[in-house]
């Protein structure tokens, strides 16, 4: 049985994770097996007594929630799909044999359907994998197999993590190096950044309103132009303006010439 201190870190994890699971969630089961066997985990979820070095963690108003958060840590962090051997017992890779028998021994008490209604909210699905994470752990050579196989599959998702961290700083070293993917410089802008971020941008963001605006625009001063010269003969006939006869021009030694 783990440690009084190991337990109430433990109770800690479980009280986050059950309060908060979205939040949590990655955290217990990445805390669970830094943690090592989780046999109190099981316990507090069969209402079995645990010892806690803090007082709080004894305190009779945390006694249902700590049953409830453990019920509910086991459904999924233990259970969880993709869950190893290990995990749906609860226990780490170097788990001895006796802790192999001991957690598969509580789970079981916990998750066995005779020990439900039918309205169990243990499914009978919980029990046929608790049966064969313990096959597997219990036999020295199985578990030696299942070990490979785990070790194996770790290699696989290590090396694909890095070829895509390879992937990615490649991608960036070679800009900055100025191969093919390097950036290229780019263009001083052709109009002024006062202009292009404001009227530029109403008429990216409003293309319609501004094809309509500048339709109106131009059909007014068509119509302005066609109407001017009206304009101004009206003008000129209101204000009672007339032209000064023309003036006729003298060139020495000549006839005088009549106006024209």
Do not use: C
């Not at 002024?192 to 293309?207: D, N, Q, S, Y």
């Not at 304009?231 to 000129?236: D, F, K, P």
Request: aromatic residues 8%.
């Amino acid at each position: 049985m783990s440690e009084p201190a190991t337990a109430d870190l433990i109770a800690e994890l479980l009280l986050r994770h059950y309060r908060d699971p979205m939040r949590f969630r990655a955290q217990a089961a990445r805390e669970g097996r830094a943690l090592g066997s989780l046999d109190v985990v099981l316990r507090l979820a069969l209402g079995r007594p645990v010892e806690f070095s803090d007082p709080a963690l004894r305190a009779p108003a945390l006694t249902d929630e700590l049953e409830r958060a453990a019920a509910f840590h086991i459904q999924q962090s233990f259970l969880r799909d993709g869950a190893t051997h290990y995990e749906v017992l609860g226990l780490g890779p170097d788990a001895p044999a006796d802790a192999v028998r001991e957690n598969f021994r509580l789970l079981m008490q916990l998750v066995h359907p005779d020990r439900h209604g039918a309205d169990s909210e243990w499914p009978a699905s919980f029990a046929a994998r608790a049966n064969l994470a313990y096959t597997v752990l219990k036999s020295p050579t199985a578990r030696a197999d299942y070990d490979g196989q785990l070790a194996a599959t770790n290699a696989q998702k290590a090396a694909a993590r890095s070829r895509e961290a390879a992937a990615r700083g490649g991608g960036s070293a070679g800009r900055s190096r100025g191969g093919a993917n390097a950036r290229q410089p780019v263009a001083p802008p052709l109009w002024p950044e006062w202009l292009t971020a404001g009227v530029g941008g109403f008429v990216r963001r409003h293309p319609g309103f501004t094809v309509f605006a500048g339709l109106i625009g131009f059909s007014a001063l068509m119509i302005g132009a066609a109407m001017w010269p009206e304009h101004e003969q009206g003008l000129g006939v209101e204000s009672g303006y007339v032209a000064p006869p023309p003036v006729a021009r003298v060139v020495p030694g000549a006839a005088p010439s009549r106006p024209v």
